[in-house]
């Protein structure tokens, strides 16, 4: 025999891989997840729509025309149209994206965000506001549920926490993601320690964030609580951190979205539709004898 027939031989002789089904998100999670994804979704395309309006942002309690954060503006007529977004004084040529983008009859108009990034798709600042501010509720009670579910369960505490070790080992997680490589076995139905520190920064920092500086832009909230604008120095202000709460968001999903992939859509998807995720166990050493299933142990 061959010293490649006997490799071959060993390999094919080498128990495979078992998979098992392990039931890891409840029915609850699982609920509160895709209705989050909805409301986010819906408020940032009408958020967009209401951005429009005045496509710029200040620090303070009144808008700085001319010194603007942050401003999307257009300049040219017609054809000749171009967008120009200017980020701390310094402008950047944004057309067709930013500022001038190509309208219902094709030809360019101004408008900060193009149409397929807002809800509705045409200028309706009043239509954009009822739905940023019916989904905003929708958000904000199924946030307070979920809050108050982590809390119960001790899923905060079980599964988000990070601990003491895991912060010791945030670089050579941040290696692992750099290589995309993933954890197998058991280990990849705990969160590592960068998804516990991601998903502790947007529920409990990003998110509220986003909800008080909404609440702060709202003159009846004002009126109630005139202490939002303190807080926040003012209506512009909030309105400048409410922007830049909801791009780290979008940010966070973007790359949510890729790890997805990255692991394993089919997985990843069957396990936040229906709770359950497919570990595979290690494979076993030449010569090891296979571990028996757990149920079929005595």
Do not use: C
Request: charged share 15%; proline share 6%; no cysteine.
């Amino acid at each position: 025999m061959t010293e490649i027939a006997a490799e071959d031989l060993a390999v094919s002789a080498r128990p495979k891989p078992q998979t098992r089904l392990v039931y890891r998100h409840t029915l609850w999670v699982r609920s509160w997840h895709w209705l989050n994804a909805l409301s986010l979704l819906i408020l940032l395309l009408s958020g967009l729509q209401i951005f429009n309006a005045d496509p710029q942002l200040s620090w303070g309690q009144t808008t700085n025309f001319d010194h603007p954060l942050m401003s999307i503006d257009s300049a040219g007529d017609g054809p000749q149209m171009h967008g120009v977004t200017t980020v701390l004084g310094h402008p950047f040529d944004t057309t067709g994206v930013l500022g001038a983008s190509k309208g219902a009859d094709g030809q360019p108009e101004d408008r900060g965000f193009p149409r397929w990034a807002t809800l509705p798709s045409v200028r309706d600042l009043g239509t954009g506001r009822r739905w940023h501010f019916m989904f905003a509720w929708i958000f904000v009670i199924n946030g307070v549920f979920f809050v108050g579910y982590t809390l119960w369960s001790r899923h905060l505490k079980r599964d988000l926490w990070p601990s003491l070790q895991d912060l010791k080992s945030i670089p050579a997680s941040i290696w692992a993601h750099i290589l995309l490589k993933h954890p197998e076995g058991d280990a990849a139905l705990r969160y590592n320690v960068l998804q516990k520190l991601a998903y502790l920064i947007v529920l409990y920092g990003l998110l509220p964030l986003m909800l008080l500086t909404g609440l702060t832009m709202s003159p009846g909230m004002d009126a109630a609580f005139p202490g939002l604008l303190w807080v926040f120095g003012g209506r512009q202000s909030a309105r400048t951190l409410h922007f830049l709460s909801a791009s780290a968001i979008v940010i966070f999903f973007l790359i949510h979205v890729f790890e997805v992939f990255a692991a394993g859509l089919f997985n990843e998807m069957r396990s936040i539709i229906t709770g359950y995720f497919a570990v595979k166990a290690a494979a076993p050493s030449l010569g090891e004898a296979p571990v028996a299933p757990e149920g079929a142990r005595k």
